[in-house]
Structure formats: structure tokens, C-alpha cells
């Protein structure tokens, strides 16, 4: 089965993967939570994320608010750090459409992006994620950080799974529809 690239995060019921000042303390992560991400990161063997993101990863890896991820291929897209190891990651920059190419191309597990901004809507400007997971968590926040910042074309998705937990958090997967002209 070929790799896919699955686009995943927390987000508020009004869009929002974080707070403006970058917080994401409205998501409560239970012991239900941990074993969803467990499973979920079980089909992982590769992350690509913005450099913002890889300094909050970096940041929380340090405090112990989330595991290293022995095994895991890391790469963070930046214009502004150079190419290069850094902090548990590999800095890549240049055509995004033929890094993910590359990716797909090698024997392993998902491609799981993180975050959400202008590497997000990169991803989705140039048509490369397959699917889509997120946690939908039972907050209005009224203002932060869109899940899908706009101006990027329109993209079909098909609903495969729809899961309510007891923490009212709702896990949504759906699975990109291509048309032999979306390709």
C-alpha cells in the first residue's frame, strides 16, 4: 500500500489550532486521548513540520510535555533556518512537491504533517495531503490561529471515520477524493 500524507491536529469547534499567543492549553489530552495518539502515531514513521511548530516540538520535548519518538524521520520546511540536523530534526528547504515525491517513493509507514499555517496551506496548494485527521475539542476559543488558513484551492474529502470520546472531543478522518484532473 503506497504511503499516504495524513494532515492531523487538535482544532476548536470555531477553527482554531491554538491561541494567538501560540498556546494550545484548551486541549486536554486524557488517558483515552493517549492511546488515540498512540495508535495514530503506530502508523508513523515520518513527520514534516513548520519551523514554528518544530520549536514548540522542540520545547515541549525538553519539558516533558510530549516523548522523543525513537525511530521517527523528523524534517522541518524553513526558509529561515539553514538546511541541516537540528534538534532531533532535519531542516529541508526547496520544492515541497519533490520532497514528498522522494518520501512517498520510500518503503515505509504514513507521512504525518503537523501543524497548521503557511506550511499547511502549502501542502494543500499543491494538492499533497491524502488525508486528513483532526480532533475537533468542545471549546469556542473566539479568536487564534486558523486550522486552514485560506487561499488555496478548493479539495474534496470523503468522511471514512467519525468517533465521539468522553471528554466530548470528536476524531474525524477523511480520505482526499481525486478526480484524474485534481492529480
Do not use: H
Amino acid at each position: 500500500m503506497p504511503r499516504k500524507v495524513i494532515l492531523g491536529f487538535g482544532i476548536s469547534i470555531d477553527g482554531y489550532i491554538a491561541r494567538r499567543n501560540g498556546a494550545m492549553d484548551y486541549l486536554v489530552i486524557d488517558k483515552e486521548g493517549e492511546a488515540l495518539m498512540a495508535e495514530f502515531f503506530a502508523k508513523i514513521d515520518t513527520t514534516i513540520m513548520g519551523r514554528k511548530t518544530a520549536a514548540a516540538t522542540a520545547e515541549m520535548r525538553k519539558s516533558g510535555e510530549i516523548p522523543d519518538m525513537p525511530g521517527m524521520s523528523t524534517y522541518v520546511f524553513s526558509r529561515r533556518w539553514k538546511p541541516g540536523k537540528r534538534d532531533g530534526f532535519e531542516v529541508v528547504s526547496g520544492s515541497l512537491t519533490a520532497f514528498v515525491k522522494k518520501l512517498k517513493r520510500r518503503k515505509g509507514k504514513d507521512i504525518y504533517l503537523g501543524g497548521g499555517g503557511q506550511l499547511c496551506r502549502s501542502f494543500l496548494q499543491q494538492d499533497l495531503v491524502d488525508e486528513l485527521y483532526i480532533g475537533l475539542g468542545p471549546v469556542l476559543l473566539g479568536d487564534g490561529i486558523p486550522g486552514f488558513p485560506g487561499k488555496f484551492p478548493q479539495r474534496n474529502f470523503k468522511l471514512t471515520e467519525c468517533k465521539s470520546y468522553s471528554n466530548g472531543s470528536v476524531g474525524l478522518r477523511y480520505e482526499r477524493i481525486r478526480t484524474k484532473t485534481s492529480r
